[in-house]
């Protein structure tokens, strides 16, 4: 087991009765790409301000690099870099003078990292923070955490603003860093960027770690989608073993498939299918079916283990 | 829309600040009935103050002071207009430019209006707010006036109400003009605060009895003082507050449709090479951004400390053989001629050196609300760091300021052949620090404490701690509410020699403060708005 780059333990926060964050137990091992997901309000900022020292917590811990993140805060953040999902910068500064200001502060910067990518990102370092959309200041934060080669990325939605193309970039970006050791720890509501670029993915829920593991490790724990054409009518499959949410829709048909395909596939053989698609869910698909029984379309209980076989 | 929203919070300030002004004329008007009890002390006071230049030029023209009507609008007209201007330019600014800052405007602008439409239905809501203050104000005065003793009928009531209500009014008008010329909420309330520096200065030269009163009418300020409520009321002074403030209204509103949203009137240059000088740390980044606030509030400190040592021969000698120098005893400024009245106005530098120390804290509590302040301290950036760095640099902007109060005195001073030396008054610049380290370490506390109240906070005890002081120089008042003023324990130099053993408890307690102060706030919570 490599060295961790962040753990927690127990780490709780509470607004009066109220709890952000319910002892949180968490691991990222220094070197992966870490995913962490979950609805509005779920406590993935709450979390990431507890490991910044930015509030303090109610119960429990957090260390980053083996130190501990409120005690010892100042040591921990030179080895990371923080990209938040809003800008929140200096009107009167120009872009460049933002990055000198950001880079002297922390202490480490690479130079011509940070001018190829100010190119990359396509940003006018000449212009007054004022002066930039929203995009472009969003560029200016994740090139000064970028540019630090910081071990550890701690990134909350930081393509917030971005376009397709500079979300693009940003992907590149974190492959790099991936490829030369640094630890991403990355909270998104875009699917596909987690799904992308991380090793492994952890959802919350109402301030609790419901799910933690690899893409991999969670597909094989839910279920498959399947999608049969027929030539004659569609068969009655609800009653098949295994299989779950069918939709008719003329001679296709879409279900659900958990545990062995066997039972359906015998059915559809005698069935005069014409074509048969399967994939496995989207992390979307996942997380959705995490959620989905909270709103009582029956995928789920309220452990969220709607995910599990 | 626009207007419900504004209108919503000016009026939830005109409510606070109507009982303010409120309760500040009621309190000098029972204060007179009860220290001036009988005719001829009244008379004997309408003697020593009534043609006074010395008090005209700093308090404002003092006539029929044998009545408690006088001495109701002597009492309060100056501070209750400085402070009305206050409330209008930063009410303005903070519900025009910095709404407008937050990307606020956006919402509201993508539905059923202009540009033009926003801002002129904006102005509609600030006057719901200056409506406010004047109804509690006119309503605390009639009820106070209902008094046999104080006898304020409700007609002049309403009238006094309103005298003091046309300086918020105006300066709402200007906050409005300024919000369209400059870039950003700080630049638009400097620009107003500069208008307002103007307008006193101007009154002040104009009231001194040096031969300049025909400038009276160049100043807001002394369009106000021209009305005379409560003793010989002429209207017709309302002419130019109301023109004024009508042509200001419209070409804010005209502004407002004929520039970008987010952008400004006058040129801001979007874009420039860098400058990287200061930008090493926190302390750095704070003078760079601080910079042309604190030089606005130099040249304000240094304009008026000028004007006070150009006046101080002529006001200075008009104390002498007055029983004037009684009431300048009390403020702590014995004795007569010019050492006296500086003795005197370097009261009200010591105040504008406050205000110094109070937007250095708010300053550094803005970066905490706006979110700025985490970019620095998820970076290898202490807490401690940070505050320390800023409060040093605000040491240093107080001293600096304490330098030009007294530089510029002398220099006004020097041109009148005053005969005061240079290193006296340097020495009661310097004097007037130790209030303002007090204050920068009480406002350190409240934001390491209740960082959300900061602003109230500071500037309740700064309003505090003039008033305090300004009845106290007036009327009989308890050694413990005196106390209380941060300003009471300054020695008025050069009347007197500063008493650095004093300055420097005073200090010590801003300096305990401070640290009580870095301590809470390296243990809580980041806070927003």
């Known amino acids: 087991m490599g060295a961790k780059a962040i753990r927690t333990e127990g780490l709780t926060k509470r607004y009066g009765d109220t709890p952000a964050l319910d002892h949180l137990d968490l691991e990222v091992v220094e070197g992966e790409v870490v995913g962490y997901l979950g609805p509005n309000g779920a406590g993935k900022t709450t979390t990431i301000r507890l490991l910044l020292g930015l509030i303090r917590p109610t119960e429990g811990r957090g260390e980053i690099f083996g130190l501990d993140c409120q005690r010892r805060s100042v040591e921990a953040h030179k080895r990371l870099a923080f990209v938040a999902g809003e800008a929140a910068l200096w009107p009167s500064l120009t872009g460049a003078e933002t990055l000198h200001l950001l880079g002297s502060v922390h202490g480490r910067v690479d ?3 940070r001018d190829e990518l100010i190119d990359r990102f396509d940003l006018d370092p000449s212009k007054r923070v004022r002066a930039y959309s929203r995009g472009n200041r969003q560029k200016v934060i994740l090139i000064a955490a970028l540019m630090t080669r910081a071990d550890l990325l701690v990134l909350d939605e930081p393509t917030s603003g971005l376009d397709p193309l500079m979300e693009q970039t940003f992907r590149h970006c974190v492959y790099e860093a991936r490829e030369r050791g640094q630890t991403v720890f990355l909270s998104s509501h875009i699917m596909s960027e987690v799904e992308a670029v991380c090793d492994r993915v952890g959802i919350l829920r109402q301030g609790k770690l419901v799910e933690m593991g690899t893409l991999a490790e969670m597909r094989h724990l839910s279920a498959l989608t399947v999608e049969a054409t027929f030539d004659r009518s569609v068969p009655d499959l609800s009653h098949v073993p295994g299989v779950s949410s069918v939709q008719a829709d003329g001679r296709v048909v879409r279900c659900q498939v958990q545990g062995s395909v066997q039972p359906l596939l015998q059915v559809l053989a005698n069935a005069g299918v014409t074509q048969l698609l399967s994939r496995e869910p989207s992390l979307e698909e996942l997380f959705i079916a995490l959620y989905g029984g909270e709103a009582g379309d029956g995928t789920g209980d309220d452990e969220g283990h709607g995910l599990a076989g | 829309m626009v207007a419900r929203l504004t209108a919503r919070k000016a009026v939830r300030s005109g409510i606070l600040w109507g009982y303010i002004f409120g309760a500040f004329v009621a309190s000098s008007a029972w204060s007179y009935t009860t220290i001036y009890k009988t005719q001829t002390e009244r008379d004997r006071l309408a003697a020593a103050f009534g043609a006074n230049k010395a008090v005209s030029a700093l308090f404002g023209p003092a006539p029929d002071l044998q009545t408690v009507a006088g001495f109701t609008v002597f009492k309060t007209s100056l501070t209750l207009m400085i402070l009305g201007a206050v409330w209008g330019l930063l009410t ?48 605390i005065t009639s009820v106070v006036g209902l008094s046999s003793k104080v006898h304020i009928g409700a007609g002049p009531a309403l009238y006094f109400a309103l005298a003091l209500v046309s300086t918020p009014i105006m300066f709402l008008a200007v906050g409005t003009v300024t919000s369209q010329l400059a870039a950003t909420r700080r630049q638009a309330a400097s620009y107003a605060a500069a208008v307002l520096g103007v307008s006193y200065a101007v009154r002040m030269v104009a009231d001194s009895g040096i031969g300049f009163h025909w400038l009276i009418w160049a100043s807001p300020l002394g369009w106000v003082e021209q009305l005379q409520p409560l003793t010989s009321p002429h209207p017709f002074a309302l002419l130019p507050i109301a023109g004024l403030t009508a042509i200001l209204a419209a070409v804010g509103v005209h502004l407002a449709g004929r520039r970008d949203l987010g952008g400004s009137t006058l040129p801001d240059r979007s874009s420039s090479s860098p400058h990287v000088g200061l930008l090493f740390g926190p302390a750095g980044l704070a003078m760079r951004t601080l910079r042309p606030t604190v030089i606005s509030w130099w040249a304000a400190i240094g304009i008026t400390a000028l004007l006070t040592g150009l006046v101080a021969k002529a006001a200075g000698g008009a104390i002498v053989g007055s029983s004037v120098h009684q009431v300048f005893s009390k403020l702590g400024a014995p004795g007569t001629g010019p050492q006296a009245y500086l003795g005197v106005s370097f009261l009200i530098l010591a105040v504008l050196v406050a205000f110094v120390a109070a937007g250095q804290i708010t300053a550094g509590r803005a970066e905490e609300s706006s979110g700025r302040l985490e970019d620095l301290v998820v970076r290898p950036v202490s807490r401690w760091y940070w505050l320390g760095g800023r409060l040093l640099v605000a040491v240093a902007a107080l001293v600096v300021s304490g330098v030009v109060a007294g530089v510029f005195s002398w220099v006004g001073t020097a041109a009148q052949h005053t005969g005061t030396s240079f290193t006296t008054l340097v020495g009661a610049g310097l004097n007037v620090i130790s209030p303002a380290i007090l204050i920068l370490g009480v406002g350190a506390l409240a934001f390491g404490i209740w960082p959300r109240a900061v602003s109230i906070i500071l500037y309740g005890v700064l309003g505090w701690s003039l008033l305090v002081e300004l009845i106290g120089g007036i009327g009989a008042v308890s050694h ?50």
Do not use: K
């Open chain 2, 480 to 529: 413990w509410i005196l106390d209380t003023s941060v300003f009471h324990h300054m020695t008025s130099a050069p009347a007197v020699p500063p008493n650095w053993g004093t300055n420097g408890v005073m200090m010590a307690i801003g300096i305990l403060c401070a640290l009580a102060g870095g301590l809470a706030f390296s243990r809580r919570d980041l806070q927003g708005e």
């Open chain 2, 92 to 139: 303005s600014t903070r519900l025009l430019r910095a709404e407008e800052d937050a990307g606020r405007w956006d919402l509201l602008l993508s539905g059923q209006t202009t540009r033009g439409g926003a801002a002129g239905q904006a102005l509609g809501g600030m006057a719901a707010g200056a409506f406010t203050i004047w109804a509690v104000t006119a309503t």
């Open chain 1, 111 to 113: 130079e011509g990292y």
